[in-house]
Nanobody, 126 residues
Framework: QVQLVESGGGLVQAGGSLRLSCTAS????????MGWFRQAPGKEREFVARISWRADITYYADSVKGRFTISRDNAKNTVFLQMNSLKPEDSAVYYC???????????????????WGQGTQVTVSS
């Protein structure tokens, strides 16, 4: 079993920054790609970013490209999401997730991930 715990969320003004962390315990995630998703009230969960296990390949949703940066520290079993130039529309619960190795579909779908954290709330005020 893998437990993923997100932290770093909070309330920030538009234009501000936050850095989210996702720390794994139970088993290492160093050999898995990791992703960040978010879900706003009344909306479906959406893909935000993904990083390969070696951190050499990253993907971003168009809505966050150029503002968010995903990174990881495999020695600490931790994945990060640096969020800059935040907008009110970035407000959501942010989840990290571990790659599902048996899924061969698109990386931006929830089915591509098998373990999820409990989420951390990000609220951006205008």
């Amino acid at each position: 079993q893998v437990q993923l715990v997100e932290s770093g969320g909070g309330l920030v003004q538009a234009g501000g920054s936050l850095r989210l962390s996702c720390t794994a315990s139970g088993r290492t995630v160093s050999s898995y790609a990791m992703g960040w998703f978010r879900q706003a009230p009344g909306k479906e969960r959406e893909f935000v970013a993904r990083i390969s296990w070696r951190a050499d390949i990253t993907y971003y949703a168009d809505s966050v490209k150029g503002r968010f940066t995903i990174s990881r520290d495999n020695a600490k079993n931790t994945v990060f999401l640096q969020m800059n130039s935040l907008k009110p529309e970035d407000s959501a619960v942010y989840y990290c997730a571990r790659q599902n190795l048996v899924y061969s579909g698109n990386y931006y779908t929830s089915r591509g991930y098998d373990y999820w954290g409990q989420g951390t709330q990000v609220t951006v005020s205008s």
